[in-house]
T-cell receptor, first 112, second 113 residues
């Protein structure tokens, strides 16, 4: 069964550094998403992406965040200058249409 | 705005007990409703879904019925197992392509033998 994959599974970085989180969505899916989950809290939407542009973003997704689909398979989330409060589990998801979103296993980001 | 409210946890049950986790929603229009499960140390997995009123989603012995009149989507299982111990998230999607899932806060279920 096809699945969403994410790399790395864990990332530790220093405050102020840039990080890039990578995702490979399910191959025939057209809609891509990033969510985050701060430890012990609810899953929060960051951004959705369709047809090579952002279709929706939350208040969390400020200027320090960006997304890109650099080739036909990868979907990346970049955090330009990480802050302590960016420490969270980041989930990528994809969907074929407006129906079900399928989630990857997540990248746990720790900012020191 | 749209929102999802789940019962507070943790929920602690003995094996073979009956499970109900309440979920109610507020939304404009007719959202799709989902239950996701997160096992310890893992990501989110879709458990079941319902896309219109009176639909019943089911999977692995879990069921939930989309009740438009009460704006609810309660999760039930007749006989829980230790392996069901996880965090359960209710979520809605407003049926527009590329729209965010809105999650509840999650309910932790702990099942003991």
């Amino acid at each position: 069964e096809p699945e969403v994959t994410q790399t790395p599974s864990h990332q530790v970085t220093q405050m102020g550094q840039e990080v890039i989180l990578r995702c490979v969505p399910i191959s025939n899916h057209l809609y891509f998403y990033w969510y985050r989950q701060i430890l012990g809290q609810k899953v929060e939407f960051l951004v959705s992406f369709y047809n090579n542009e952002i279709s929706e973003k939350s208040e969390i997704f400020d200027d320090q965040f960006s997304v890109e689909r650099p080739d036909g398979s990868n979907f990346t989330l970049k955090i330009r200058s990480t802050k302590l409060e960016d420490s969270a589990m980041y989930f990528c998801a994809s969907s074929e249409s407006a129906e079900t979103q399928y989630f990857g296993p997540g990248t746990r980001l720790l900012v020191l | 705005g749209d929102s999802v409210t789940q019962m507070e946890g943790p929920v602690t049950l003995s094996e073979e007990a009956f499970l109900t986790i309440n979920c109610t929603y507020t939304a404009t229009g007719y959202p799709s409703l989902f239950w996701y499960v997160q096992y310890p140390g893992e990501g989110l997995q879709l458990l079941l879904k319902a896309t219109k009123a009176d639909d019943k989603g089911s999977n692995k012995g879990f069921e939930a019925t989309y009740r438009k009149e009460t704006t609810s989507f309660h999760l039930e299982k007749g006989s829980v197992q230790v392996s069901d111990s996880a965090v359960y998230f209710c979520a809605l999607e407003t049926n527009q392509a590329g729209t965010a899932l809105i999650f509840g806060k999650g309910t932790t279920l702990s099942v003991s033998s």
